[in-house]
């Protein structure tokens, strides 16, 4: 960490971390490279008057990388670094980072010959940047994504591990089965949240494809009933005691509720034949997005809530305040769309207000979701 001087006055800053799935099922985020030193960054810029802050960092990755996605409007976390200037004294600046989930990598964009873009597995990134606060982040990230055949796969599993005889050990440290097969079935439903909740960050963009995106969302719910109706029965079936066949059945519940939530939604939208949304519902479907990942980030942690206990409550945490943060999104939303429509269109208001309703909705279920965990780490860590 450089010296603050202080007649240097600290610069803020904007940034993304793009991230998506490569076609064999992996994990990528993207880095570029500085136009002056070479070195291995985000694509960052300053803060742009007139837009939001997650909307600057979504410029800059369309600006620097060509990217186009869905930003959370709620930072991941900050670095900092000495930015050089022309006299060569270095200023310090601070560095807010907005997840961004892509959806699609131009074939041009305006510094595309001034930049180097690669995509790399999170733990590489973050052997490749030189700021301590953004080497944590980037090793720590770790969004899982649904990706086709993956409840095919989970079918498979359950249906051998059924065949065989369980080992009965305490449930999240003793009761569950090690090796059985509710874990695997937390993760997928958790993925197929994700999965949705990218659909639906997609369905509130408009354009051509909203029937695709609907869809889309259809049939992950329907997907993630499959699931939880496997994990009833399976409940039912393996020797657990009745508190923590609770604690099952409220978790993998409080997900689907997330789901069906987001399913809810898709249907309003194709009912009302909705095209067009105001930017905070687009807002509050950035941040479901982020939720949905955070939740899927989880649930591989569940196998081990001893030793996994800090990070559990760090992204809880985070949830939640991804929660009163969609709180003071769906209000201020639904402010201005009454002043904009309860007059001029009472039925555009009420249909709005609905939308906002089922957004607001989704964001409670994945704190529900953030509860539950809290309580498996508060009783079993």
Same mark, same amino acid.
């Given at each position: 960490m450089w010296p603050i001087k202080p007649e240097f006055r600290i610069i803020r800053q904007i940034a993304v971390l793009p991230y998506r799935t490569n076609d064999v099922g992996n994990i990528e985020v993207? =880095?570029?490279?500085?136009?002056?030193?070479?070195?291995? #960054?985000?694509?960052?810029?300053?803060?742009?008057?007139?837009?939001?802050?997650?909307?600057?960092?979504?410029?800059?990755?369309?600006?620097?990388?060509? =990217? #186009?996605?869905?930003?959370?409007?709620?930072?991941?976390?900050?670095?900092?670094?000495?930015?050089?200037?022309?006299?060569g004294s270095i200023r310090p600046t601070v560095v807010d980072i907005f997840p961004f989930s892509v959806t699609a990598q131009l074939d041009d964009w305006p510094e595309k010959d001034e930049r180097e873009v690669r995509w790399f597995a999170p733990s590489d990134a973050a052997n490749l940047v030189d700021e301590t606060d953004l080497k944590e982040i980037l090793s720590t990230f770790t969004p899982p994504v649904w990706s086709p055949g993956l409840t095919e796969r989970l079918v498979t599993a359950t249906r051998r591990h059924s065949a065989e005889r369980f080992t009965i050990v305490r449930w999240f440290q003793a009761l569950l089965p090690k090796q059985g097969s509710f874990f695997e079935q937390f993760?997928?439903?958790?993925a197929l949240n994700v999965a949705a909740a990218d659909a639906l960050a997609q369905l509130l963009q408009g354009g051509p494809d909203m029937a695709t995106h609907s869809q889309a969302i259809f049939d992950r719910e329907d997907e993630a009933d499959g699931i939880i109706r496997d994990v009833l029965v399976d409940v039912r079936k393996t020797l657990i005691t009745?508190?923590?066949?609770?604690?099952?059945?409220?978790?993998?519940?409080?997900m689907d509720d997330?789901?069906?939530?987001?399913?809810?939604?898709?249907?309003?939208?194709?009912?009302?034949?909705?095209?067009?949304?105001?930017?905070?519902?687009?807002?509050?479907?950035?941040?479901? #997005?982020?939720?949905?990942?955070?939740?899927?980030?989880?649930?591989?942690l569940l196998r081990d809530v001893g030793r996994n206990a800090a990070r559990l409550h760090s992204l809880t945490e985070r949830i939640v305040k991804l929660e009163g943060h969609a709180d003071e999104i769906?209000?201020?939303?639904?402010?201005a769309l009454f002043k904009a429509k309860s007059d001029k269109s009472p039925m555009a208001f009420i249909i709005g207000r609905e939308i906002y309703s089922h957004l607001e909705k989704i964001t409670d279920r994945f704190e529900d979701v953030a509860n539950e965990i809290q309580g498996l780490v508060l009783d079993h860590a």
């Open positions: 993207m =880095l570029i490279t500085s136009r002056d030193t070479k070195r291995w #960054v985000l694509p960052k810029g300053n803060r742009i008057k007139g837009l939001k802050n997650h909307e600057a960092a979504s410029h800059e990755a369309y600006e620097e990388a060509g =990217l #186009v996605g869905i930003a959370c409007p709620f930072p991941i976390g900050s670095y900092q670094y000495g930015k050089g200037r022309k006299d993760e997928a439903h958790a009745p508190f923590d066949r609770t604690a099952i059945t409220s978790l993998i519940g409080s997330a789901i069906d939530q987001m399913n809810q939604t898709a249907k309003a939208i194709t009912l009302y034949e909705l095209r067009e949304f105001e930017p905070q519902m687009r807002d509050m479907a950035g941040l479901i #997005v982020e939720a949905a990942r955070i939740t899927a980030d989880a649930m591989p769906h209000d201020s939303g639904l402010k």
